[in-house]
């Protein structure tokens, strides 16, 4: 079993930082890409930010210069540093890794945290 734990988030006014971080931990063989994504009711999830294990990242053109993701490979940790924040970012957020298990360590699969809301607003 892999748990997930997600912490931050929460009210901020625009122009405002926020961090996020969530920590994989139990029976985790391996973890390729992590990520973070966020979704506003009636939309699609969609994609913030991600980084390989090689910590190459990658942003979507919305944030880009003022979000920073970040992962820690001992303790399995990923951040997400949200700065210059605006009412468009207002969303639930979700972390995830793409990761295999000791019990199956040869499968990758996707690992999702239960989201944080981020609101934005003065």
């Known amino acids: 079993q892999v748990q997930v734990e997600e912490s931050g988030g929460g009210l901020v006014q625009p122009g405002g930082s926020l961090s996020l971080s969530c920590v994989f931990s139990?029976?985790?063989?391996?973890?390729?890409?992590m990520g973070w994504y966020r979704q506003v009711p009636g939309k699609k999830r969609e994609l913030v930010a991600s980084?390989?294990?090689?910590?190459?990242?990658t942003y979507a053109d919305s944030v880009k210069g003022r979000f920073t993701i970040s992962r820690v490979h001992v303790g399995n940790t990923i951040y997400l540093q949200m700065n210059d924040l605006k009412p468009e970012d207002t969303a639930v957020y979700y972390c995830?890794?793409?990761?295999?298990?000791?019990?199956?360590?040869?499968?990758?699969?996707?690992?999702w945290g239960q989201g944080t809301q981020v609101t934005v607003s003065s």
């Open positions: 139990g029976n985790i063989f391996r973890i390729n890409d």
């Open positions: 995830t890794a793409y990761a295999s298990t000791w019990h199956a360590p040869t499968i990758l699969q996707d690992y």
């Open positions: 980084i390989t294990v090689t910590l190459s990242a």
